[in-house]
């Protein structure tokens, strides 16, 4: 199975941006789909963003219109562009892929 390294993570002010990187050990022009996911203190994982193989994109309906996913194959890593942070994004970011999970990148966000 791919092995999937996150990085990115930090503390930021409300308002702010942050980068989450994912690298994956392996090509993932092959993989049908890779994602994010979150998990805050005393909650449930969750989803966050998805993109397909042929590109295709799905978010939250909490990070619409503030979060970007994109792949680049070329460099085997997967994005999170995340504007607009808001205290309650505070939360352990995970990469997903088949199978597969990052160990995981700490955002906090400032109010």
């Known amino acids: 199975q791919v092995q999937l390294e996150e990085s990115g993570g930090g503390l930021v002010q409300a308002g702010g941006s942050l980068r989450l990187s994912c690298i994956a050990s392996e090509s993932i022009s092959s993989i049908y789909m890779m994602g994010w996911y979150r998990q805050a203190p005393g909650k449930l994982r969750e989803l966050v963003s998805t993109i397909s193989k042929g590109g295709i994109t799905n978010y939250a309906d909490s990070v619409k219109g503030r979060f970007t996913i994109s792949s680049d194959n070329a460099k085997n890593t997967v994005y999170l562009q995340m504007n607009s942070l808001k205290p309650e994004d505070t939360a352990v970011y995970y990469c997903?892929?088949?199978?597969?999970w990052g160990k995981g990148t700490l955002v906090t966000v400032s109010s």
């Open positions: 997903w892929a088949p199978n597969s």
